[in-house]
């Protein structure tokens, strides 16, 4: 570690040679928290298509999209 408090890799300790805790920065750890939250959601449509659930067409998750925007902005006293 360069200067202790940066991690640009995982940084891995073992114990008698076997992968013991591996230690990355928090940014780190939420971005693969993210990418396994949106691999998730991924799969589960990937199984309602082949199921053959009806799909939403692209105007209406804009639509949809801009509602609860609207609605989370009014929220917080934007607009």
Known sequence: M???NEL???LIVT???EVDPV???HETY???EARIKLQSKLLVA???VADGEELVNH???ITRMRRKLYAANEC???Y
């Open 59 to 61: 105007d209406e998750v």
């Open 23 to 25: 230690v990355v920065t």
């Open 46 to 48: 990937e199984k309602q």
């Open 8 to 10: 640009d890799e995982p």
């Open 2 to 4: 360069a200067d202790g």
């Open 15 to 17: 114990r008698n040679g």
């Open 76 to 78: 917080n006293g934007r």
């Open 30 to 32: 939420r971005s693969i």
